[in-house]
């Protein structure tokens, strides 16, 4: 294992925010607007913390996954940087008579501490790395940045999903493990709540996300399929992101339900083999 991972670790670090796009939501309205379109409720927001939600289609899949905190008087919602427009869109479909702004915010520099480093710091607490962490405006001089395959590495052990990898407009909040900490089951309704709550009745999903460590063979690309012994007929699991610049590689996948946890599973022709861990819930 790279001894710069464990050091980050051990002592936390530093990375600039960066490909993300932010509105600001303003106006009498904002409060009843805004939480009738995402997943979690914004009533239990706390000053100085960011809350994640998701913003669902009517089937209850995903339109975008955000970040939302409250500020003068406004809330400022992030996203991916690629879904700037559509949720754009999204977010003034729905306004009506509601008095309720939605304005693009600029991107200022600013810088994500986790670990042990974020001890005493002041800024937005937000949980970026599965962790909690701190945003800043300045890095703060004994703290290490990161770099952007440390960060990776970080966030595939975390099992931290990122849009257009592990999420896109075909993913349920559950199979991405974002009910935990992204769904608040006993708020009122928004677009989507439905099929959140019935998935939810039913008790499972039809696949769920896992981290992996390739055991044998050559790390997989994204898409790669991995089979239990002796079946060839469906697939047990589907990469989606693989992390091989620090030995040993890992990976997020999404596995078929049914599958074990711990399973050890194995590409076409023995190209590779890799193990699942047990689920982690991030914090």
């Not at 949980?127 to 890095?139: H, I, N, Q, T, Y």
């Not at 590495?153 to 075909?170: F, K, N, S």
């Amino acid at each position: 294992m790279s001894a710069r991972i464990e050091q980050l670790r051990e002592q936390g670090g530093a990375f600039a925010i960066a490909d993300v796009a932010r509105f600001a939501i303003t106006g009498a309205d904002r409060l009843r607007y805004l939480n009738g379109q995402v997943s979690n409720d914004l009533r239990k927001l706390e000053p100085g913390r960011a809350m994640q939600a998701c913003v669902l289609s009517a089937k209850g899949k995903l339109d975008a996954v955000v970040w939302i905190w409250s500020e003068f008087e406004r809330f400022v919602v992030e996203c991916d940087a690629s879904l700037a427009e559509p949720l754009a869109m999204r977010l003034e479909r729905y306004i009506v008579a509601d008095d309720v702004a939605v304005e693009p915010l600029p991107l200022t520099p600013t810088f994500h501490i986790f670990g042990p480093a974020t001890e005493g710091l002041e800024g937005l607490k937000i949980s970026r790395l599965g962790a909690p962490g701190v945003d800043v405006a300045e890095l703060p001089s004994n703290v290490r940045e990161a770099t952007p395959e440390e960060i990776e590495r970080l966030r595939i052990e975390q099992r931290v999903p990122r849009w257009g990898a592990e999420l896109g407009p075909d993913t349920l909040p559950v199979e991405a493990g974002l009910d935990a900490a992204a769904v608040d089951f006993h708020k009122g309704c928004y677009i989507g709540q439905e099929v959140v709550s019935r998935i939810r009745s039913v008790g499972h999903a039809n696949r769920a996300l896992r981290v992996f460590d390739v055991i044998s063979g050559e790390p997989p690309a994204p898409g790669a399929e991995f089979f239990e012994a002796g079946e060839s007929a469906r697939a047990a699991a589907t990469a989606t992101s693989v992390h091989f610049a620090l030995s040993p590689a890992v990976g997020l996948c999404y596995i078929r339900r049914g599958t074990a946890e711990g399973a050890v599973l194995e590409a076409p022709a023995g190209a590779s083999r890799i193990q699942l861990r047990p689920c982690v819930t991030p914090s």
